[in-house]
């Protein structure tokens, strides 16, 4: 019997584990993938310790995974062996609920499911996708690029597109990790007026090397008055994981502007209630997207030069490479590689 490796959560915070399991076959309405790299993602975390509601272990988690369809299974249409495709975190949508026929197939309320949560992810050399949760991935993006593209990238460009900002205004990118090194690539090659805003001096020349037109050290200067100073943000693309950090830039608002949070504090923000009543201004979430946001995003990411800088580790590294995701140490993306 076929088998393959995969790296698997057994118990709350445990170790991952490579074991050694029976390749699966495809049901009706998925692929089995062949997975060449995924990215590690903060929300990998959520599987590590288990605390996504109602997640059951053991599972393998993972959600920024490239890869080609090793094998198809009953009623898939349009989708053959050999594709090359990429899997996110939307694990796919059924078409037939209230939120599904009005377009919203994010909000699926037959799970959702989610890659990596509710099925097993990308941390392995084979995974099972349902056919809704499939990119194609085109081929000038190597493996390894285009992982970190999957979540990271759809996130930061999905919110980007979607913020109501237009050529010119003024677009805040606020913490330069994993998340907010995309999204400044993004935001100056769709023509805002980027500024990024992070901790510390050392990280201005990384910040105009990634298209941002000017940098605020937050440790130097009150990032809120800075931007006030050049006229307020448009909108403030929130990554950072500090509740109080992101909801200090509420002050960096202009009129009508928007503080898009994507990063995920553990606690509330504060949001003073003045500001968003005089200026009119707002704090929206933002899911990521689903299967043909990230194939815009790749695509965009081809045509523009957008890459994610990457520390690519071997499966047999998950461990180190978890780690280095979350302390922050990885640059500024950790992807695994199953080749090796
Ligand atoms: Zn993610
Ligand atoms: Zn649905």
Known sequence: MPTMRVAQVSRPDGPFEIVERARPDPSPGTVRVAVDACGVCHSDSLTKTAAFPGITLPRVPGHEVIGRIDAVGPGVDGWATGDRVGVGWNGGYCGRCEPCRRGQFFACVTGPPVTGISHDGGYGEYMIAPVTSLARVPDGLSADEAAPL???????????????????????????????HLAVQFAARMGFHTVAVARGGEKAALATSLGAHRYVDSTAEDPAKALTAMGGARVVLATVTDADAMSSMIGALGVDGVLMVIGAPHGPLAVPAFPMIAGHRRVEGWYSGTSIDSEDTLRFSLRTGVRSMNEVLPLARVNDAYERMLSGKARFRAVLTMRG
């Open 150 to 180: 999957m979540c990271a990238g759809l996130t930061t460009f999905n919110a980007l597109r979607n913020s109501g900002a237009r050529s010119g205004d003024l677009v805040v990118v606020h913490g330069l990790g994993g998340l907010g």
